[in-house]
Antibody
Framework: EVQLVESGGGLVQPGGSLRLSCAAS????????MSWVRQAPGKGLEWVST????????YYADSVKDRFTISRDNSKNMVYLQMNSLRAEDTAVYYC?????????????WGQGTLVTVSS | DIQMTQSPSSLSASVGDRVTITCRAS??????LAWFQQKPGKAPKSLIY???SLQSGVPSNFSGSGSGTDFTLTISSLQPEDFATYYC?????????FGQGTRLEIK
């Protein structure tokens, strides 16, 4: 059974940094693209970033480009999101999602999410 | 960026009803379209991919259709557990974009 478990969320001040982690199990991890998708309180889904199975290719939403960095460690079945220069508008539940790179990326399974709150 | 527009934004229906939700892309995306279901406080769940392919384990009362710019998600006979918010998502190109969601409520 596939499991994706996010961690690392919490309260951070504007301008601060946070690193999210996603631990994957029950799958051949390097076969899948991994992504982060966020959802602000009471709002819809917003794609944040994707990394290919090999880790060679990465993609970012304009809203986080140059502030967030996605990475993965296939030896540990982990994917990370380093978030710098955080803003109030980054407040959201951050979901880790596995999927397939087909032109863009198709998500087929999501973790339960971790809440990031940016506030002074 | 490709904009995804869902209609309606909210919908009231009864158990047993047939319901259709529409998703329109601002430009052609072939069949690179997925649908997700999300219940309050829970992660999204994949329902449909490639516009009409049912994700493993999803009940057959869910179906999807469309190609190009216009897509539909149909629930043939609503069950109590189907009341949720539904999102479409295009994966034709980056940036990946979602529709704004359709909230399906019990009448």
């Amino acid at each position: 059974e596939v499991q994706l478990v996010e961690s690392g969320g919490g309260l951070v001040q504007p301008g601060g940094s946070l690193r999210l982690s996603c631990a994957a199990s029950g799958l051949t991890f390097s076969n899948y693209a991994m992504s982060w998708v966020r959802q602000a309180p009471g709002k819809g889904l917003e794609w944040v970033s994707t990394i290919s199975g090999s880790g060679i290719s990465t993609y970012y939403a304009d809203s986080v480009k140059d502030r967030f960095t996605i990475s993965r460690d296939n030896s540990k079945n982990m994917v990370y999101l380093q978030m710098n220069s955080l803003r109030a508008e980054d407040t959201a539940v951050y979901y880790c999602a596995k999927g397939f790179m087909v032109r863009g990326v198709r998500f087929d399974y999501w973790g339960q999410g971790t809440l990031v709150t940016v506030s002074s | 960026d490709i904009q995804m527009t869902q209609s309606p934004s909210s919908l009231s229906a009864s158990v047993g009803d047939r319901v259709t939700i529409t998703c329109r892309a601002s430009q052609g995306i072939s069949n690179y379209l997925a649908w997700f279901q999300q219940k309050p406080g829970k992660a999204p769940k994949s329902l449909i991919y490639a516009a009409s392919s049912l994700q493993s384990g999803v009940p057959s009362n869910f179906s999807g259709s469309g190609s190009g710019t216009d897509f539909t998600l149909t629930i043939s006979s609503l069950q109590p557990e189907d009341f949720a918010t539904y999102y479409c998502q295009q994966y034709n190109s980056y940036p990946i974009t979602f529709g704004q969601g359709t909230r399906l409520e019990i009448k």
